[in-house]
């Protein structure tokens, strides 16, 4: 995990001096790109055979401060309960290949792991290394419940990720796609969301109170229905205070635009 977010951090800070050396004016994000494998670096294009297994987990929350969920390819959709007495981790796995023979023969190779790690929940993609067929696409589809005070981490390579009424801080890393977010920050919390080539969409509260920094290398940020003071304020950047400045909220994109709403 520690060097996917370090390869992230480093093509982050690459593509931002690339903008501001070639003064890009023009948003161009690509969602439909296709697929890469992580391992490999191969472009996967869209398979026309696939084979299919659903999963389910359960993992009572009792001692829980944190889910950390660490994938690949696919979306991870988490949303918060307030009365959700254990984490509920259900979804698909799924293989694309150009066959279904082959697409049936790896499926068993691309699996979900949900480990118990005392104060933490630990849910990952178990993907193949090797991966020589360029037709072949190993994707994990997530959809998690969780209570509402349990802080959230993902690193994600290719998909879109949703947070949905948390309570707690989170952490999102994402190579490719749009981080989703509706969350209310505690006091002294954290939220973090970072992605390369793909939006960022936050909902808080009005009344949230955080130092707040939010940036774009090519795009724009929209702050709204937020008394944000002091900073900056550019097209492509706006920092400032929200409230007493309590907690921290950063949000970071090289090729997307950054909206954040107030309710």
């Known amino acids: ?26 948003v161009d994000v690509n969602h439909e790109a296709p697929v890469v494998d992580p391992f490999s670096g191969i472009d996967i294009p869209e398979p026309d055979f696939f084979a299919r297994a659903n999963f389910s987990y359960e993992v009572p929350v009792a001692g829980k401060t944190l889910l950390r ?8 959709e988490i949303k918060c309960l307030s009365d959700a007495t254990a984490v509920t981790v259900t979804g698909e796995r799924r293989v694309g290949s150009d066959s279904q023979q082959d697409a049936d023969a790896y499926l068993d ?8 790690l ?5 849910v990952h993609t178990i993907h193949p290394k090797k991966n020589e067929n360029k ?9 998690i419940t969780i209570p509402q ?10 998909g879109l990720v949703s947070v949905e009424d948390l309570h707690e801080s989170a952490s999102v890393t994402l190579v490719n ?7 209310s920050l505690p006091l002294n919390g954290t939220i973090d969301l970072t992605t390369i080539n793909g939006n960022i969409n936050l909902t808080l509260p009005m009344s949230t109170s955080a130092d707040f920094s ?11 229905n937020l008394n944000l003071q002091g900073g900056t304020n550019s097209l492509r950047s706006k920092s400032g205070m929200l409230g007493a400045g309590e907690g921290t909220i950063t949000l970071r994109t090289s090729n997307g635009h950054i909206t954040v709403t107030g309710q």
């Open 1 to 26: 995990m520690n060097s996917i977010r370090s390869l992230l951090r480093t093509a982050l800070m690459t593509v931002f001096a690339l903008v501001l050396l070639t003064g890009c004016d023009s």
């Open 69 to 76: 969920l660490k994938g690949y390819n696919g979306h991870v």
């Open 109 to 116: 190779s691309l699996n979900v792991r949900v480990e118990d």
């Open 118 to 122: 005392g104060d933490e929940v630990f």
């Open 135 to 143: 037709y072949r696409q190993f994707t994990v589809d997530y959809s």
């Open 149 to 158: 005070d349990l802080a959230v981490s993902v690193d994600q390579m290719n």
């Open 177 to 183: 796609g749009t981080i989703e977010g509706a969350i």
């Open 214 to 224: 939010a940036s774009t290398g090519n795009g724009t940020v929209s702050v709204s």
